[in-house]
C-alpha cells in the first residue's frame, strides 16, 4: 500500500466520523429531537405507523436520535470510521485505476 492510498484511506476513516454528527442533524436528528418537517420525521411516522403507533427501541429512528441527541457511541463511531475507511479504500482504488488508464 503506497502512502498516497493510507492518506485517501485514512481522510475517509476521519471524514466518516467528523461529518457523522453534522448530517445526523442536517437529517433532522437533533439533540433539542426529532426537527419538524425533515427527513427524521417522515422516518419516524413510517416507523410509527410500520410499529402501530410507535416508534420501535433500539430501531433505526431510536438509534439515529439516540446518536443525534447524545452523540455516537465507541462502537457507532468505529463503524462509521470503518465505512468511511472502506469508501476510501475504493476512492483509492478508483484513483489508481484512472492514473493506469491515463498511462
Known amino acids: 500500500m503506497s502512502k498516497d492510498q493510507l492518506i485517501v484511506i485514512t481522510a475517509g476513516a476521519v471524514g466518516a466520523v467528523v461529518l457523522a454528527p453534522v448530517a445526523l442533524s442536517m437529517a433532522g436528528f437533533t439533540a433539542a429531537g426529532i426537527t419538524a418537517g425533515s427527513m427524521a420525521a417522515s422516518m419516524m411516522s413510517s416507523a410509527a ?20 441527541a447524545a452523540g455516537m ?4 463511531t468505529a463503524g462509521v470510521a470503518s465505512v468511511g475507511g472502506a469508501a476510501g479504500a475504493l476512492a483509492s482504488g478508483a484513483l489508481g485505476f484512472l492514473k493506469r488508464l491515463r498511462k
Open 49 to 68: 405507523i410500520t410499529n402501530g403507533g410507535g416508534v420501535a427501541a433500539g430501531g433505526l429512528v431510536a438509534l439515529l436520535q439516540s446518536a443525534g
Open 73 to 76: 457511541s465507541a462502537t457507532a
